[in-house]
């Protein structure tokens, strides 16, 4: 894996890489917040069935999907964003991906 950080936030180009060496995914960070492209990260909360989240924000919706582990989609969720919230819907679910630090990194 390969991410910029700025101020002790996430910013820049994050690059997740298979294990042979080759790109996976490619995600976009400002301050923090998830601009773009998809995301692995930690649990929110100490689970011991959830692995990780993935986290892919395009420019009109944000998907999200819990992993867990034994590698199964446990929850698949897609919000439109809207004005009055980035994730709006996604964080009525307790799903709240607003500031993303290195140790949310799966």
Do not use: C
């Not at 042979?20 to 923090?32: F, N, T, V, W």
């Not at 601009?35 to 009109?60: A, C, M, Q, R, W």
């Amino acid at each position: 894996m390969q991410y910029e950080i700025a101020n002790g936030s996430l910013n820049g180009t994050l690059i997740r890489y298979n294990a042979d060496g080759k790109e996976q995914h490619r995600a976009i960070l400002k301050s923090g917040r998830l601009e773009s492209g998809t995301i692995f990260v930690n649990p929110k909360y100490h689970d011991t069935k959830v692995l990780y989240n993935i986290v892919n924000k395009e420019t009109d919706k944000v998907a999200v999907k819990i992993i867990d582990v034994e590698n199964r989609v446990v929850l698949k969720a897609e919000a439109l964003l809207m004005a009055i919230s980035k994730s709006h819907y996604l964080n009525k679910l307790d799903v709240n991906f607003d500031y993303l630090g290195a140790r949310d990194l799966y």
